[in-house]
């Protein structure tokens, strides 16, 4: 089985074309079950770099964490997948793919299991950061899936895949708290680690061999990075706007936890893990802000997006801290009905702002499409780890409402940066 030539991205220089594809047919064909294939690997291990965020309160305890450092427990996962994205997957470039591919993962895999074992604290957020860089092995997958569509298909196999990638975020919350909660913390962590060495068997079994024609050496691959960050205006503005929603999204979502467990609510790990269900519907807008933006309407619905971030953040500080005069206390079912609204909301918002920047981002240069997906992946994963960082520090100073005010924040800096992208898009025009 041949790997088509073009797994990753072989052009160093920002600009180049695009390489010629071979005349041979390829028998590495993406089929329906390859791709949902594809999708189920990027969802599961994406669940590496998300999960920590229900367990930020258990984890803490255990480890005796201080307050203001839990925060690090889901910033930690997120900020080594940014790493990872700029030191790890420039390799692709230069290695032969399926065994860089299965020996990251197996990699992860073991700091996966040194997470579950860690008796200290400072083991334990140096393993989730190792475990969040061998993550980034996402973006090697997503790259070899879109080579092995025809071209009529390849877009639509990218959003397919990523499909994968955006429900593996969205259930990995409630996941980790019904395992955290029917088997502890560590379970979850060891389960990971074991998940991870299977499907590093499967991939080893299924993927294509791919040896690239290296014509540069690493350290000019990192640095046409910094070529492609500093020429594209567009990932520039995209990222941003990317990386100030991830951090209003991971703010409330590392945090939630904590406030939920307290009183007038006082839920379980499961409990939590049916409140992230249940706010994990405001992924329905996926496809919908994709057809959006290719029917013209992108503008619009980036407005749409960042004010209903504004408002679903301003539910939140009503039902859980009481803004405007609503006592949780006294009324704790309609306050945890308006948590939910507003935690599907901001997801909404996130996830239209984030499918409207992927598709920008992808129509700049097919020649260095997997490095700026890279880019701008890595970015916005920055602006989630300054996000759950934060909210950690609020949270011990400020309880909740002092969370809600750091979401409210990259909320508003979203819709007023909102105006520059779309500003910068008019005067192209």
Same mark, same amino acid.
Request: hydrophobic residues 55%; glycine residues 10%.
């Given at each position: 089985?041949?790997?088509?030539?073009?797994?990753?991205?072989?052009?160093?220089? &920002?600009?180049?074309?695009?390489?010629?594809?071979?005349?041979?047919?390829?028998?590495?064909?993406?089929?329906?079950? !390859?791709?949902?294939?594809?999708?189920? &690997?990027?969802?599961?291990?994406?669940?590496?770099?998300?999960?920590?965020?229900?367990?930020?309160?258990?984890?803490?305890?255990?480890?005796?964490?201080?307050?203001?450092?839990?925060?690090?427990?889901?910033?930690?996962?997120?900020?080594?997948?940014?790493?990872?994205?700029?030191?790890?997957?420039?390799?692709?470039?230069?290695?032969?793919?399926?065994?860089?591919?299965?020996?990251?993962?197996?990699?992860?895999?073991?700091?996966?299991?040194?997470?579950?074992?860690?008796?200290?604290?400072?083991?334990?957020?140096?393993?989730?950061?190792?475990?969040?860089?061998?993550?980034?092995?996402?973006?090697? !997958?997503?790259?070899?899936?879109?080579?092995?569509?025809?071209?009529?298909?390849?877009?639509?196999?990218?959003?397919?895949?990523?499909?994968?990638?955006?429900?593996?975020?969205?259930?990995?919350?409630?996941?980790?708290? #019904?395992?955290?909660?029917?088997?502890?913390?560590?379970?979850?962590?060891?389960?990971?680690?074991?998940?991870?060495?299977?499907?590093?068997?499967?991939?080893?079994?299924?993927?294509?061999?791919?040896?690239?024609?290296?014509?540069?050496?690493?350290?000019?691959?990192?640095?046409?990075?910094?070529?492609?960050?500093?020429?594209?205006?567009?990932?520039?503005?995209?990222?941003?706007?990317?990386?100030?929603?991830? $951090?209003?999204?991971?703010?409330?979502?590392?945090?939630?936890?904590?406030?939920?467990?307290?009183?007038?609510?006082?839920?379980?790990?499961?409990?939590?893990?049916?409140?992230?269900?249940?706010?994990?519907?405001?992924?329905?807008?996926?496809?919908?802000?994709?057809?959006?933006?290719?029917?013209?309407?992108?503008?619009?619905?980036?407005?749409?997006?960042?004010?209903?971030?504004?408002?679903?953040?301003?539910?939140?500080?009503?039902?859980?801290?009481?803004? $405007?005069?609503?006592?949780?206390?006294?009324?704790?079912?309609?306050?945890?009905?308006?948590?939910? #609204?507003?935690?599907?909301?901001?997801?909404?918002?996130?996830?239209?702002?984030?499918?409207?920047?992927?598709? &920008?981002?992808?129509?700049?240069?097919?020649?260095?499409?997997?490095?700026?997906?890279?880019?701008?992946?890595?970015?916005?994963?920055?602006?989630? &780890?300054? $996000?759950?960082?934060?909210?950690?520090?609020?949270?011990?100073?400020?309880?909740?409402?002092?969370?809600?005010?750091?979401?409210?924040?990259?909320?508003?800096? #979203?819709? !007023?940066? $909102?105006?520059?992208?779309?500003?910068?898009?008019?005067?192209?025009?």
């Amino acid at each position: 089985m041949n790997q088509p030539a073009d797994t990753c991205p072989r052009s160093v220089a &920002a600009t180049a074309p695009p390489q010629p594809h071979s005349a041979a047919p390829s028998v590495a064909t993406l089929s329906t079950p !390859l791709t949902l294939f594809f999708a189920a &690997a990027v969802g599961l291990i994406v669940v590496n770099l998300t999960a920590a965020q229900p367990l930020t309160g258990p984890v803490s305890r255990a480890l005796d964490l201080p307050p203001e450092l839990a925060g690090l427990i889901a910033m930690l996962p997120q900020l080594g997948y940014a790493a990872g994205l700029l030191l790890l997957v420039p390799l692709c470039d230069l290695l032969e793919n399926r065994r860089l591919i299965v020996r990251t993962l197996a990699c992860c895999a073991a700091f996966l299991a040194l997470s579950s074992l860690a008796r200290s604290g400072w083991m334990f957020l140096a393993s989730v950061f190792m475990a969040g860089a061998t993550s980034s092995v996402i973006q090697m !997958l997503v790259p070899m899936a879109a080579s092995m569509a025809p071209e009529s298909r390849r877009g639509r196999a990218v959003g397919n895949v990523m499909s994968g990638l955006m429900l593996g975020i969205l259930l990995s919350r409630p996941l980790a708290s #019904v395992i955290a909660g029917t088997f502890g913390w560590r379970a979850f962590y060891g389960i990971e680690a074991f998940a991870d060495v299977l499907l590093a068997v499967v991939l080893y079994l299924q993927l294509p061999n791919h040896t690239p024609h290296a014509i540069a050496r690493y350290p000019e691959l990192l640095r046409s990075l910094w070529t492609l960050l500093r020429t594209e205006p567009v990932l520039q503005r995209r990222a941003t706007l990317a990386a100030l929603s991830l $951090g209003a999204f991971s703010a409330f979502w590392t945090t939630i936890a904590l406030r939920l467990a307290q009183p007038p609510f006082s839920l379980g790990m499961h409990g939590i893990a049916g409140f992230a269900l249940a706010g994990a519907t405001g992924a329905i807008v996926t496809p919908l802000a994709g057809h959006l933006g290719d029917r013209g309407a992108g503008r619009a619905t980036q407005i749409v997006a960042h004010l209903v971030m504004i408002a679903a953040v301003l539910v939140l500080g009503i039902a859980g801290a009481g803004w $405007g005069g609503l006592s949780p206390a006294a009324h704790p079912v309609a306050a945890l009905a308006l948590l939910v #609204v507003g935690a599907a909301a901001l997801d909404a918002g996130v996830i239209a702002d984030q499918t409207l920047g992927r598709r &920008a981002i992808n129509l700049i240069n097919p020649a260095a499409r997997g490095r700026l997906n890279a880019l701008f992946v890595g970015i916005f994963f920055v602006g989630g &780890a300054i $996000g759950a960082a934060l909210s950690g520090v609020a949270w011990a100073r400020a309880g909740w409402s002092g969370v809600c005010v750091v979401a409210l924040g990259f909320a508003v800096a #979203v819709f !007023l940066f $909102g105006f520059v992208d779309r500003a910068a898009q008019a005067g192209r025009r």
